[in-house]
């Protein structure tokens, strides 16, 4: 049941309610281009705190498509924040002028607090370094769609798994399928603590890897986020590691030929240009499924069941 | 009679335009969660040079629910203005592509001077220190709505209330009716000279007090604005005056059971968080009335009689 | 033929292109201020890297008019672009999301690479130094408009020559028109080699003039763009030029009766403001027809044959 939730965490949602959302999402996809009436008259207010432009234009782009509006702003400046009022004060407007919130803030817990003083539902945009559920239902969604099924993959995960939040969304929703994950990363940028129990808890099969050359060959699935070279403390480590995790022609020749390719984007070198044009590459349709996946996201929560 | 005209100043409306807005904005109440076609076709562009998010966003919804189109900007940076354009020759385009403009600028006359050059309604969204008509319409629909009528009731305004256009704008609007109104302000933050010209001259009843407590039990409705410490020579006398200016629960003791507690927002510590849940706390009702407040507005500009 | 087109240079556009489009543009007028179903459903995306406030709000405003929706960005920042994301991607993800790219960047060449990556239209709102097409559609719609024909005109261009995108998308729009050119700039600002090379290859006439005072008086139009000091080595050498090529009163009296002066604005101080309210200042009426001119463009891109 969809209908006026929340989405804050990934870790809120059921195999039943994502498999409920990518059949809607399915049937979203031949509106995703035309213009349907179905929210008529309903408001969607975005507040980005922060930097974005695929999260929100998608979200923008999946309202307007089903006959909605939106108002909003992204980045604080401009805005009431910068004199100071505090983030409830602001949501409270924004919930009393608009049906529908979807925010995104640098903080972890923003969209917590935020559903917790909006009445109407409140959509977490990715809020501090753990939480994009949106992005998570979009990443599974592009499996789903790409394979017809999840149950059975092998899913490797590579590049800064402990400060990427699409990761730890990511690998919370993966706890509703019965997959296996290669988490593939330096070893001081493995997922956080709370993130393993958590997915271990929920009897998640994974294993963890330093070397992507050693597991690529297995993977049905390569999820692949970036690494920044702020969190290395030797920066001839980060040019060696980034180099190991980058992503090339020669690379994928022991791949799978089924081998999907993905990544939340946006990305600078984590994956050669080259490879766009293989068939691995998945990462485009993920982005263009951004629309139809958040259009059902939108309908189900205030016109589902 | 409302059509077609530029809302620069509080002083321009008298106590029937007021009393007709409010009527229409109590009929926009059961539309401000919804959508109507009444001003389909219709654009309103917002022209903020200055931050502001509740006043853009009302607006911008008001319009939304109306069935109108939104075009414009907020922030100077990334528009003409920062080539060296003129205000009158921006006014100009905005004029020639919208039906409507709405504008902030933090400079005194601007609303002013972009009715003078437009042809279509120009509507203040706030500019200088002293007009923002449409949020002392806000405020006093909002007492219309609490307690039925104006007349009669003893009005408080406290803080700054040199600096701030809200009340500026209020006091001008309130002389309209037969009210009391209790000025509470440090006597160097009273209202301007011309300010109280204006109501005396006027006929506004009203008093001065550099104490809330003294007169707060007399109250019906408190206005409360921020005080800004940069507009102090003293820290510890700001301190002071903040204290004693700042609403707790304690405070409220003394206070008539019905007070009404109203702000423009964005609220900084002015009120305490405690006091929000108090059947005092009329504030962020206050907020949510902005937006069938300014569809009536923009309603009867566009299409009243 | 329209349709699906891509709008990167003027040159890509002839004779009867141009004239099928001021056709539909004089149709589009009586729309201009209402709002059509046309383009219902249809989602336009502006990127505007750079900042511009008449372009962008035109082309929201012509799109809005037309029924469609809009969604992007305005200012790089607040975008993945300051992630690093390239180009290419930014447009994949916009060309997957709407139906036609609206772009506007500081780099030559960027809506051409935007054109190729993108599925969809994408129509060029100012790159680099020398494309603004769709300002020069503008130019000489309004020109069209203005007289009811374009051949035989003796059309002056006076400023920076060299430096201003409009100019050069103008000069190459004018070769599909049998017309005589004025080019008046100091010598150091007269167009670019290769734009020079372009207009004499496509037989357009044209002579290179100092005095704008020598001229004037055989012009049916004057386009005014700005100079820009720091173009100058010399302050003086800037001041007397701009002193020179100054539009005033006062120069006017040798002028045509029926000289039409034109500015793509936003103007600084080449045209002085009191020449505002004679009947040779055309350019604010040549803003004005930006919104039909770009439904026009809008819907010939999507609907046209």
């Given at each position: 049941m969809w209908r006026r939730r929340d989405?804050?965490?990934?870790?809120?949602?059921?195999?039943?309610?994502?498999?409920?959302?990518?059949?809607t999402a399915k049937y979203m996809e031949k509106y995703a281009k035309s213009r349907v009436e179905f929210l008529k008259g309903r408001v969607m207010?975005?507040?980005?705190?922060?930097?974005?432009?695929?999260?929100?234009?998608?979200?923008?782009?999946?309202?307007?498509?089903?006959?909605?509006?939106?108002?909003?702003?992204?980045?604080?400046?401009?805005?009431s924040v910068?004199?100071?009022?505090?983030?409830?004060d602001t949501v409270r407007m924004l919930d009393a002028y608009s049906d529908l919130i979807v925010?995104?803030?640098?903080?972890e817990g923003a969209a917590k607090l935020a559903a917790e003083v909006a009445e109407n539902p409140v959509v977490n945009g990715g809020d501090g370094a753990s939480n994009h559920p949106t992005q998570a239902m979009l990443d599974l969604y592009t499996i789903w769609r790409e394979f017809?099924?999840?149950?059975?993959?092998?899913?490797?995960?590579?590049?800064?798994?402990?400060?990427?939040?699409?990761?730890?969304?990511?690998?919370?929703?993966?706890?509703?399928?019965?997959?296996?994950?290669?988490?593939?990363?330096?070893e001081y940028l493995r997922p956080r603590t709370e993130t393993v129990d958590y997915i271990r808890s929920r009897g998640l099969r994974h294993s963890f890897h330093t070397s992507l050359e050693e597991v690529l060959r297995e993977l049905d699935v390569l999820y692949v986020v970036r690494i920044q070279k702020e969190r290395f403390l030797d920066p001839l480590e980060y040019e060696r590691v980034r180099g190991s995790y980058r992503i090339s022609l020669d690379m994928l020749k022991n791949a799978k030929r089924h081998?999907?390719?993905l990544h939340p984007l946006p990305r600078v070198d984590e994956i050669d240009h080259?490879?766009?044009?293989?068939?691995?590459?998945?990462?485009?349709?993920?982005a263009a499924l951004g629309v139809p996946l958040r259009m059902a996201l939108i309908y189900l929560i205030l016109m589902g069941p």
């Open positions: 989405v804050v965490s990934a870790r809120d949602f059921d195999r039943r309610d994502l498999e409920d959302l990518f059949e207010a975005v507040a980005f705190f922060e930097p974005s432009t695929r999260t929100r234009l998608s979200f923008e782009t999946a309202m307007k498509r089903l006959g909605g509006e939106v108002v909003g702003f992204w980045g604080a400046e401009g805005t910068e004199k100071g009022e505090t983030l409830a925010i995104r803030h640098r903080y017809g099924y999840i149950d059975g993959l092998n899913i490797g995960v590579v590049g800064d798994l402990r400060h990427a939040r699409t990761v730890n969304s990511l690998l919370e929703a993966l706890t509703n399928f019965n997959v296996k994950v290669f988490l593939i990363s330096p081998l999907a390719i080259k490879v766009d044009s293989t068939p691995h590459a998945k990462y485009f349709k993920q």
